[in-house]
């Protein structure tokens, strides 16, 4: 099984690795929100701190009623889990020895969790010449004997959106091959007026919607993420194996809470489009790097300098970014970055001004 530790966001690993104190790192390779989370939310934890003392109501009904009534469904569409993270390797329960599809580069649990159930995995490779962008030959590569398909939208780690004509003509040649369709939407609440897919789902039992409160409400120490999918049965199978509880008091709590502070999701809507634009203009101006048109808040890009580690360059100024060297279809001349506060933005572009300009 492929090794757990391959995300960004792990301080601590690098710290200890360069012998550092990990609070003098400024973290560019983990996607959270920098708004923090929101204050209404921190001040109801502070509050009701005493939840800790009695356990969770284990079908989670206040949490799984509010997700319902926020993307207006019916709530036994919903199955919220201990993080995105933990509602994938669920799904991945599913598809034991089953012949899955993956388009690389990819978010790395799909692959780790359709392992564990020892599942056929074939790799469906995006590049560069494409923009990292699926087209319409994926339709082609979706044949009988694939039994499911995972695709994240915006993608980590390229940030791109798959096209809304492509989704339907995906998610229509999966429903006549009678192909599971996974699409991971964990950024989707970055990207203001788009649904996504899931108020398509009454017509489409066929496909797993997942959502992910930690990256937008800044909150992947406490975990929340929540499946929405029309196929009840499936839903109801994964319920009934799960172990009680695993998502903890405090999780729901947020999750009950965040959904309607519209002051926090405009605040962090105003952020990005700042903060984005300038940080992709500043290293738009910048030789020797190619970045891709970001949809979500983070970047993609590529070091043209030939064996350059500019990871380890920017570490020389505390400044942690993603390397993507141990994605799937990607070499170590790939980074992705997170798009943070100004006052940090502006430090990783004068790092950076240093190392190309000189
Ligand atoms: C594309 C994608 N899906 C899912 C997750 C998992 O999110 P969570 O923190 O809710 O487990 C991540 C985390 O980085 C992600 O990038």
């Given at each position: 099984m492929a090794e757990p530790n391959q995300h960004g966001g792990n301080v601590l690993e690098m710290a200890l690795k360069l012998g550092i104190d990990e609070s003098t790192l400024t973290d560019f390779s983990a996607n959270i929100n920098p708004l923090g989370m929101p204050a209404r939310l921190r001040e109801a934890l502070v509050e009701q701190l005493a939840l800790a003392e009695r356990y969770p109501d284990p079908l989670y009904r206040r949490l799984h009623q509010r997700l319902a009534r926020h993307h207006d469904c019916p709530e036994s569409w919903i199955l919220a889990g201990n993080g995105a993270t933990e509602l994938i390797f669920d799904l991945a329960c599913l598809l034991r020895h089953k012949t899955v599809l993956l388009l690389t580069p990819g978010f790395a649990e799909y692959r780790r969790a359709l392992q564990w159930m020892e599942c056929l995995i074939e790799d469906y490779p995006l590049g560069e010449q494409d923009d990292f962008r699926?087209?319409?030959?994926?339709?082609?590569?979706?044949?009988?004997?694939?039994?499911?398909?995972?695709?994240?939208?915006?993608?980590?780690?390229?940030?791109?959106?798959?096209?809304?004509?492509?989704?339907?003509?995906?998610?229509?040649?999966?429903?006549?091959?009678?192909?599971?369709?996974?699409?991971?939407?964990?950024?989707?609440?970055?990207?203001?007026?788009?649904?996504?897919?899931?108020?398509?789902?009454?017509?489409?039992?066929?496909?797993?919607?997942?959502?992910?409160?930690?990256?937008?409400?800044?909150?992947?120490?406490?975990?929340?993420g929540?499946?929405?999918?029309?196929?009840?049965?499936?839903?109801?199978?994964?319920?009934?194996?799960?172990?009680?509880?695993?998502?903890?008091?405090?999780?729901?709590?947020?999750?009950?809470?965040?959904?309607?502070?519209?002051?926090?999701?405009?605040?962090?809507?105003?952020?990005?489009?700042?903060?984005?634009?300038?940080?992709?203009?500043?290293?738009?101006?910048?030789?020797?790097?190619?970045?891709?048109?970001?949809?979500?808040?983070?970047?993609?890009?590529?070091?043209?300098?030939?064996?350059?580690?500019?990871?380890?360059?920017?570490?020389?100024?505390?400044?942690l970014i993603r390397s993507c060297g141990n994605y799937p279809g990607l070499t170590a001349d790939y980074y992705r970055l997170a798009v943070r506060g100004h006052e940090d933005n502006r430090r990783l572009l004068d790092a950076m001004k240093v190392l190309f300009h000189g």
């Open positions: 699926p087209d319409h030959r994926l339709l082609t590569a979706l044949r009988p004997g694939i039994h499911c398909l995972f695709l994240c939208t915006p993608n980590n780690p390229t940030g791109q959106l798959i096209e809304p004509a492509l989704l339907q003509a995906i998610a229509k040649r999966c429903h006549e091959l009678d192909i599971l369709l996974v699409i991971d939407e964990a950024f989707m609440d970055f990207i203001p007026d788009d649904p996504g897919m899931i108020p398509e789902l009454g017509r489409w039992p066929h496909i797993f919607v997942l959502r992910s409160l930690t990256k937008f409400y800044a909150i992947p120490g406490l975990r929340l929540y499946l929405v999918s029309s196929n009840t049965p499936a839903l109801q199978q994964l319920r009934s194996r799960r172990p009680p509880w695993t998502i903890n008091a405090f999780a729901a709590l947020a999750g009950e809470r965040v959904l309607d502070d519209r002051e926090y999701q405009q605040r962090t809507r105003q952020w990005l489009r700042e903060e984005q634009s300038y940080l992709l203009g500043g290293l738009g101006s910048l030789p020797e790097i190619k970045t891709w048109r970001p949809a979500a808040n983070y970047i993609f890009l590529r070091c043209l300098r030939q064996g350059f580690d500019l990871q380890t360059a920017l570490l020389n100024s505390r400044l």
